[in-house]
């Protein structure tokens, strides 16, 4: 019996070390890494951005909530795009949006607006657009323009403009 409790315990004190430094060095590991950033829409939110003060923001109104994407992919030649445009819930009873996409030209205002949306309530979705003309095959680079409004009085307020790469194929 005491020869097979010397075997037991001479087996079970390396394993119980190994165990031991492993989590050691699994907790280094974890301790070392840089904190994963948060991703919204494309947009990587800074690591150290802090909410508000006590003492800041007294009276002031909620922020727009806003969902985007960052790249689009389209069959060619199609007049009827199906996208997924949508003003999230978050934004009830406070702001409207509007969509629209623009390519880059040559004109007077600088840009050729591809389509236009109408005010789209919160928690609504727009699944297609109808382009102002058809695309031929290839890789454009688009800005997408989202304004919000206030919903009391129509009012635009700041808006977002975001670079999508839209690949027509």
Do not use: C, W
Request: aromatic fraction near 10%; hydrophobic fraction near 40%.
């Amino acid at each position: 019996m005491k020869k097979k409790s010397v075997v037991y315990i001479l087996f079970s004190i390396p394993v119980a070390v190994l165990l031991i430094f492993d989590f050691i060095m699994l907790g280094i590991v974890l301790f070392m890494q840089e904190p994963p950033q948060r991703s919204t829409g494309g947009v990587v939110l800074d690591p150290s951005a802090v909410d508000e003060r006590p003492d800041e923001g007294q009276g002031s109104s909620p922020g727009v909530t806003v969902a985007g994407f960052s790249a689009l992919t389209i069959p060619p030649d199609i007049d009827t795009v199906p996208i997924d445009l949508y003003n999230p819930i978050e934004n009830n009873g406070l702001y409207y949006m509007t969509f629209e996409f623009r390519l880059p030209d040559d004109s007077e205002e600088g840009f050729e607006v591809l389509f236009k949306t109408g005010y789209v309530a919160p928690g609504k979705h727009i699944y297609q657009v109808t382009l102002s003309h058809r695309l031929p095959a290839g890789e454009y680079t688009v800005q997408m323009l989202i304004q919000p409004y206030r919903m009391s009085d129509l009012t635009p307020t700041n808006n977002v403009s975001a670079v999508v790469k839209l690949t027509v194929k």
